[in-house]
């Protein structure tokens, strides 16, 4: 070899070694490959006590090979569930669920999207692998330290937490991305005669007798709403129209068909691990957008996730129009028990739930008499039943309403009464000094199978009729009694006392 040659060697190796120095280290930089990978596109949902949140996940599984990784689907929603509440949620849910993704559930519109990367090495992958494999039917159920209590009435205002989203629920934002709103979807049965298809959604349903219909509320909540509040504009504060970034409204109203109305219902009442149906009847007084609003104000404060249904009977939405009221709440009993009839054949194992205010506890504890009387088995679908300053004779419901719908195999009933109620006070005058359910005192109702709760210390408007819905306290109480079903002596830890009276035991909110 030429001398030129052997001493060119060196450099050569030198500038090799260079290059191989360069390519090992752009290997290293580039992210390491898994022998197999998979996509899941999923809808994920967190509840517990004043948390009920979803999301739209995408996650990617990484695994050594096929094998692996095809294992992991069977379980892909229960660990993408469990994966969201530990990275995004703070553990702060008490039940996780999982499903194949939905647009109608969980669209991009509804819930945040989210991406997520496992890979099947980490030993957070095997943790969450095998808490999701150990939890059944798409539940994880980590442990937590307990429902919070609930919020003083005179502690100001408690802003309802703004979830990422929920099943029912867009996020409408302005501008700069920042959340305004939130539109409740409130599936409507009434039998108030549509005014015209044309008129605006306060105005589509009157107070006259009307063929029962179907079909779709959509209800505004503000970012700024206040649990147990129902936002309305004010000629005090110079507000002259609803304004949805301020105040509850009724957005729109879309009628349906019977069966589509049914198959929405089940559809959300069953998605994300059964959350069930919950259903509100208005009392006197009450014109068909106040009650929608009501409904979606109830829904959004109880955190439900399920289908929110609202029964609005022909009110005329008149202070002078009781007796007027009084009618038609009779006359709406029949429809009443049709309504309840399809809640219950809805969808197999549903659970509903249903609150009744005023008056309204007439059409409803008459409606669903009825429906027991045709067919006892439907009363297994109703899982609680609230009613909330019931406008009912006490004599009556004491003899014939209550021995005929309580117990049995049937709801759990809570009966809310307060000796601060005005309105019942009138309606007591009215009818021959007879008492109301509705009111406490001596002659407060005490039953076997029936709930009652002295609500008499709870703050509330000038009336004292719609605490149900305006306290912070009631509303605390109806989480635990909606979303864990507790009996009033688990209930006693957070706001209520046991009372033990010669009439029997009942409960009352503790002095505040």
């Known amino acids: 070899m030429p001398t030129a040659a052997l001493h060119a060697i060196p450099g050569v190796l030198a500038a090799c070694a260079r290059l191989l120095l360069a390519v090992v280290a752009l290997v290293a930089a580039l992210p390491a490959a898994a022998a197999a990978s998979a996509t899941h596109e999923l809808c994920v949902r967190g509840s517990g006590i004043g948390f009920n949140r979803i999301a739209h996940l995408t996650l990617e599984v990484k695994g050594p090979d096929e094998a692996a990784v095809a294992a992991v689907a069977v379980i892909a929603p229960r660990l993408g569930a469990t994966l969201v509440n530990r990275r995004h949620w703070n553990g702060e849910a008490a039940e996780v669920f999982g499903a194949p993704y939905d647009a109608e559930l969980c669209g991009e519109a509804v819930a945040p999207a989210l991406a997520a990367t496992l890979d099947l090495g980490e030993a957070e992958a095997r943790e969450l692998a095998a808490s999701a494999t150990r939890s059944g039917g798409g539940t994880t159920k980590p442990p937590t330290a307990g429902p919070a209590a609930p919020a003083k009435p005179n502690a100001g205002c408690k802003r309802a937490a703004q979830p990422a989203g929920a099943p029912d629920d867009d996020l409408v934002r302005d501008a700069q991305g920042n959340v305004q709103y939130r539109v409740v979807r409130v599936h409507y049965a009434t039998n108030r005669k549509e005014t015209a298809a044309t008129a605006a959604p306060d105005e589509r349903f009157g107070g006259d007798r009307g063929p ?194 309580l117990g049995r195999g049937g709801p759990r009933v809570t009966l809310y009464a307060s000796s601060n109620d005005k309105a019942l006070v009138a309606s007591r005058n009215l009818h021959g000094g007879y008492k109301r359910l509705g009111e406490s005192g001596d002659a407060i109702v005490v039953m076997r199978d029936l709930d009652t709760v002295d609500a008499s210390m709870v703050s509330t408007e000038f009336l004292g009729h719609s605490y149900f819905g305006d306290s912070s306290t009631v509303m605390s109480d109806l989480i635990y009694v909606i979303q864990q079903s507790l009996p009033p002596q688990e209930r006693t830890r957070f706001a209520l006392e046991p009372v033990r009276a010669a009439m029997g035991l009942y409960w009352r909110f503790k002095t505040q």
Not at 222 to 250: N, T
Not at 375 to 398: G, S, Y
């Open 212 to 405: 029962l219909a179907f079909g779709v509320a959509e209800v505004t909540v503000p970012r700024s709403h206040c649990i147990g509040a129902l936002e309305a504009p004010s000629i005090l504060r110079l507000e002259f129209r609803a304004d949805p970034a301020r105040h509850v409204v009724l957005a729109g109203v879309k009628p349906l068909t019977h069966d589509a109305w049914r198959a929405e219902i089940a559809k959300r009442a069953t998605g994300l691990g059964n959350p069930g149906i919950l259903a509100f009847i208005h009392g006197y007084n009450v014109r068909f957008a106040d009650a929608a609003r009501r409904a979606g104000q109830l829904a959004n404060d109880l955190g439900f996730a399920g289908s929110t249904v609202l029964f609005s009977w022909p009110s005329r939405g008149g202070l002078v129009e009781y007796t007027v009221d009084e009618q038609a709440a009779e006359w709406s009993i029949t429809d009443m028990k049709d309504v309840l009839a399809s809640l219950a054949t809805v969808a197999p194992g549903v659970p509903v739930y249903v609150i009744a205010h005023s008056m309204g506890n007439r059409v409803l504890a008459r409606g669903f008499k009825a429906l027991i009387d045709e067919d006892a088995t439907k009363r297994r679908a109703f899982k609680q039943i609230v009613m909330a300053a019931p406008d009912i004779d006490a004599d009556v419901f004491r003899r014939e309403i209550g021995p005929a719908i």
